[in-house]
């Protein structure tokens, strides 16, 4: 049996397969790069309870955000050992290959990533052939969910659009001027603060304010991550993550903009990338 985890910040699908059926779950996410051991053996132990027998997996393929060398995967590896203790083969991954494998197998294309964070890259042969840094919610991660909610609550608070708006925005989300200072400044999780304010702008979407900041973030993805890299034209783009899912439309908008052509957006890449081991891997 072999398990995969596509793991974000704020939730982690999970898969297990025999190599013919596939059952998926999911839990709460986490950063491998600034969670530590401890709140990442608690997350991955509560959420394979009672969907996994952990004695039963002896290869696991792990995708995550920082998962590209160094300390974040070899702390992920530890993790998964000591709860899967019969695993024989512990694989970590990018999140950005994941993306890859998930939207074009074995093809290549330009893959994406928008979700509370940003990312993307030229895929080649299963791989991250090149990209351009993301660089997080406070350098870059335009177009995702934390920058999103960044440029909503300085437009809000910094008299760009109407009073009205705020209201209608502190009503809604039951927040204030100062629980967002504290969401932003005090929280552990400040992009997933800022991520969560976005379900807010998707309901009133048909106000042209809120598509112009959605419009507008996809527009520098576009012009900071998709138009820099090195690629063949020829090359497709694909994305993956709610954000993109979410403002499907929005983004093909942006797409056109800028020339190009999206050929696919998936909200949860989990299914295609156990497709992809199944297909892959010899049994």
């Given at each position: 049996?072999?398990?995969?985890?596509?793991?974000?910040?704020?939730?982690?699908?999970?898969?297990?397969?025999?190599?013919?059926?596939?059952?998926?779950?999911?839990?709460?996410?986490?950063?491998?790069?600034?969670?530590?051991?401890?709140?990442?053996?608690?997350?991955?132990?509560?959420?394979?309870?009672?969907?996994?027998?952990?004695?039963?997996?002896?290869?696991?393929?792990f995708y995550g955000?920082?998962?590209?060398?160094?300390?974040?995967?070899?702390?992920?590896?530890?993790?998964?050992?000591?709860?899967?203790?019969?695993?024989?083969?512990?694989?970590?991954?990018?999140?950005?290959?994941?993306?890859?494998?998930?939207?074009?197998?074995?093809?290549?294309?330009?893959?994406?990533?928008?979700?509370?964070?940003?990312?993307?890259?030229?895929?080649?042969?299963?791989?991250?052939?090149?990209?351009?840094p993301p660089m997080?919610?406070?350098?870059?991660?335009?177009?995702?969910?934390?920058?999103?909610?960044?440029?909503?609550?300085?437009?809000?608070?910094?008299?760009?659009?109407?009073?009205?708006?705020?209201?209608?925005?502190?009503?809604?989300?039951?927040?204030?001027?100062?629980?967002?200072?504290?969401?932003?400044?005090?929280?552990?999780?400040?992009?997933?603060?800022?991520?969560?304010?976005?379900?807010?702008?998707?309901?009133?979407?048909?106000?042209?304010?809120?598509?112009?900041?959605?419009?507008?973030?996809?527009?520098?993805?576009?012009?900071?991550?998709?138009?820099?890299?090195?690629?063949?034209?020829?090359?497709?783009?694909?994305?993956?993550?709610?954000?993109?899912?979410?403002?499907?439309?929005?983004?093909?908008?942006?797409?056109?903009?800028?020339?190009?052509?999206?050929?696919?957006?998936?909200?949860?890449?989990?299914?295609?990338?156990?497709?992809?081991?199944?297909?892959?891997?010899?049994f």
């Open positions: 049996m072999f398990l995969i985890a596509d793991c974000g910040a704020t939730k982690c699908d999970w898969a297990v397969s025999d190599g013919n059926n596939v059952n998926t779950f999911s839990g709460n996410g986490f950063n491998p790069i600034n969670a530590t051991e401890e709140v990442m053996e608690a997350v991955v132990g509560q959420t394979i309870m009672g969907n996994v027998d952990p004695g039963t997996i002896d290869e696991i393929h955000a920082g998962c590209i060398g160094g300390d974040a995967s070899e702390r992920v590896r530890r993790v998964l050992a000591k709860v899967f203790h019969a695993a024989q083969e512990i694989n970590t991954y990018s999140d950005l290959v994941g993306a890859g494998r998930a939207l074009f197998k074995t093809d290549n294309g330009i893959a994406a990533i928008l979700g509370t964070g940003c990312n993307s890259g030229v895929y080649v042969d299963g791989e991250i052939a090149e990209h351009i997080g919610y406070i350098l870059g991660d335009e177009g995702s969910g934390a920058s999103i909610g960044k440029r909503l609550v300085n437009a809000i608070y910094k008299h760009e659009i109407q009073d009205s708006y705020r209201q209608m925005f502190e009503r809604e989300c039951m927040l204030s001027y100062d629980d967002v200072i504290y969401g932003v400044y005090r929280n552990d999780s400040p992009a997933q603060f800022l991520a969560s304010l976005v379900p807010f702008i998707h309901d009133h979407i048909s106000d042209n304010i809120f598509r112009n900041i959605v419009l507008t973030e996809f527009d520098l993805f576009f012009n900071r991550n998709i138009i820099r890299l090195n690629r063949p034209k020829n090359f497709t783009i694909g994305f993956v993550g709610g954000i993109a899912y979410n403002f499907a439309e929005i983004l093909k908008d942006a797409a056109r903009f800028h020339g190009l052509s999206i050929y696919s957006i998936l909200q949860r890449p989990i299914q295609r990338l156990a497709e992809y081991h199944n297909e892959t891997k010899k």
